[in-house]
């Protein structure tokens, strides 16, 4: 692994990518993996690298939706699992949810790989698409293959990056989905019952220690934190924060650059 100095205005990305590339050799990350993390730090890279309050309200009504949730399923892919495997093991220990593996590229080699490394991190359930496969209805993609005692059968489905073709056709079977996308314009986060806009190394974490401090809430007290929150306000509301960061280094209030 090439050493970054910590020095480096870039630290943390170059860190981040540091990580996808190990993965890769490893047969956990595709090619198509990396390019779809490179449209995500742009993204980065122009909100600042930071969790704004939009992604901080999103994470509110993500956590208190999963524990109003009978059923919640944590769905991982490649990217996700050399991210925030850890997390996610971490998540799925705390909400009492399996993590299934679900991938777009699939090979069963792949999909063998990436259960391994997370049981390697104490998760608890670990369901691959091929434990009681079932097929999404209407998805052409591998993406369709899941498990019915996982996301088949799921109220709600965490889905840290994913593809808005699966989004849609989720929401269509009647689940509540949960994505974190650094894209609010995609379908992914149009689609989605909650869209957290940020990076999925920063919204595990905070994730984690929401559900946490609002696991004492009543049921009643968890819906009108569900209640209050509008995908389609708050994604908005990200936007804005892209065209404010431009328009503040367009108009000299802010030194270009990083
Ligand atoms: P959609 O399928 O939802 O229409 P898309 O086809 O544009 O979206 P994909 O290729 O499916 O996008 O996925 C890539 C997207 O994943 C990126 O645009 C980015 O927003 C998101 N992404 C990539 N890496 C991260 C990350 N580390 N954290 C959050 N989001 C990320
Ligand atoms: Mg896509």
């Known amino acids: 692994m090439v050493n970054v100095p910590k020095s480096h205005p870039r630290y943390v ?3 981040i990518r540091e990580r996808l590339v190990e993965a890769f050799k490893k047969g ?3 090619p ?3 390019m779809a ?3 995500g730090e742009a993204l980065d890279y122009i909100i600042g690298e930071a969790t704004h309050e939009p992604a901080r309200k999103a994470v509110r009504a993500a956590a208190a939706l999963m524990l109003l949730s009978k059923r919640p399923v944590i769905s991982v892919n490649g990217n996700t699992a050399a991210l925030v495997g850890r997390e996610l093991a971490e998540l799925g220990r705390e909400l009492n949810a399996p993590l299934e593996v679900n991938l777009f590229y699939w090979s069963r080699e792949r999909v063998e790989k990436i259960g391994e490394l997370l049981r390697s991190y104490g998760a608890g359930e670990v369901l691959l698409p091929t434990d009681d496969a079932e097929e999404i209805p209407g998805l052409e993609s591998s993406r369709r293959l899941v498990s019915r005692r996982g996301i088949y059968t799921a109220d709600v489905v ?3 990056l994913e593809d808005g073709d699966r989004t849609e056709k989720l929401v269509r079977m009647g689940k509540k ?3 974190v996308d650094l894209n609010p314009l995609s379908r992914t986060s149009r689609a989605a ?3 957290i806009v940020d990076n999925v190394v920063r919204a595990l974490p905070e994730l984690i220690r929401v559900v946490r401090e609002l696991r004492p809430l009543s049921p009643q007290e968890l819906r009108e934190t569900l209640d209050r929150f509008d ?4 994604l908005r509301e990200s936007i804005a924060i892209i065209a404010q960061r431009l328009e503040l280094l367009a108009a000299y209030e802010e030194p270009l650059g990083d």
């Open 28 to 30: 956990i990350v595709v």
């Open 231 to 234: 995908n389609e306000r708050n």
């Open 37 to 39: 993390h490179g449209r």
């Open 158 to 160: 965490f889905v840290p």
């Open 32 to 34: 198509e993996g990396l």
């Open 193 to 195: 019952t909650v869209t």
């Open 177 to 179: 989905v949960i994505a």
């Open 13 to 15: 990305s170059l860190t």
